[in-house]
């Protein structure tokens, strides 16, 4: 029975993640690629204009996402006793305090009865410093994302992110001396060579052309990976340290309430601040090397465009007032990806982010699969091939995790390698 259950909540993570992120995806491509029109689409006097505030997205989905994960922790711990009277305690967020911490660690066997924190972390919770750490990991993982789209193809970043796998899988051996069964590495072999397979073999015509310097994307994207397995092995160590003391939702109220931190800081900079500093460094740098290079740099200062100082949250919420159709689809888009990550961290506190990124990167799979039965695609026999070396994976980690739910159903994250 344990055993079925344990099957029946993946089952439900995944569907949540697949629906929710299918939604997600088809608005953010909305989003991105409508003109939106002020007044009737018919009257020529109507202006169109493309909504270019991504920050501001992040920023109201992070928000969105700490209201869902707040109500779902309250439902949760709705038949909970509650030590404290304070809003950390009725969420079970002490530990975010060091003497929180301290006692969740003294509890855990991390520490001995009647030893205390040390240096900085007396004043600041090690685990909100962890929290602190996977924000700006995947803040960082996120923006290099985008820079390497201008270096190379969409195809070839997707194709690299089929194999997201392999660099969760380093990190959390080469960062917290993890030792993962067998079958973890079969499984994780299987899903990555049958979705590279699927992809790679696919659509010859899709575009190759890349722009800029492909290798310095290349470089990009390889560090973008490399972030990515850190952040995902590190919220393993979370879990794996704190245990009972650390939900999945909590987990996400906190990064999402510092992403939203840092979202709301970068929109209160100027607009087009970051293209005048690099216009201002351009034009100086290039001043700097001119044989004349005082009146160059005097000619050079009067060509580096204005700066505007209305802020970035000024100019997109203008806009979201010009444009309630694009309001609304802004608001469902938060709204889909906030539910989607409900479903993501329950993954992550249940069954580790081995089988988290299993399912996100198998995602794309299975999108693909409903179009071509919907829209009666072909496939080549390779892809087909591919497509059932990735069920194979997927089998054997539904058969290993039923066994190990059977065994000992309270194991949730790959256990820490014991010392040597």
Known sequence: MAGRSGILQLALCALTIYTMFLLWGLLQEKITSTVYRTGDAFDPFSVGERFEY???????????????????????????????????????????????????????????????????????????????????????????????????????????????????????????????????????????????????????????QTHGNSALGMTLLVIHLLLDGTTNSTQDEVFATYGPFVSGTQMMLVMNAISASYMMTALLVPDGLGAYIIALVRQHLGSMLHPHWMAHMLLASSTVPSLSLTPQLVSSVQFLLRHPDAARDVLAYAMAGAAGQIAIFETLERFGSLTLVSITVTRKLFTMLLSIMVYKHQLRSLQWIGVVIVFVGLFIEMRAKQRQSASAPNVAVPQKAKAQ
Request: a positive charge.
């Open 54 to 208: 991504g920050v501001l997205l992040n920023g109201v989905q992070a928000l969105c996402s700490c209201l869902f994960a707040s109500i779902y922790l309250m439902y949760r711990r709705r038949h909970q006793s509650v030590a404290g009277q304070g809003l950390l305690s009725k969420m079970g967020l002490d530990v975010l305090t060091p003497s929180g911490c301290e006692k969740a660690l003294i509890a855990r066997g991390k520490l001995n009865p009647g030893q205390s924190l040390q240096g900085l972390k007396r004043f600041i919770s090690p685990l909100l410093l962890q929290y602190l750490l996977v924000s700006a990991l995947q803040s960082t993982a996120s923006w290099l994302s985008i820079v390497a789209l201008r270096h190379l193809s969409f195809p070839a970043i997707t194709l690299a992110k089929s194999s997201k796998l392999v660099p969760v899988l380093i990190m959390n051996v080469l960062l917290y001396r993890r030792q993962f069964a067998a079958y973890k590495y079969v499984v994780v072999g299987l899903v990555t060579l049958g979705v590279w397979m699927f992809m790679a073999l696919g659509n010859k015509k899709a575009s190759k």
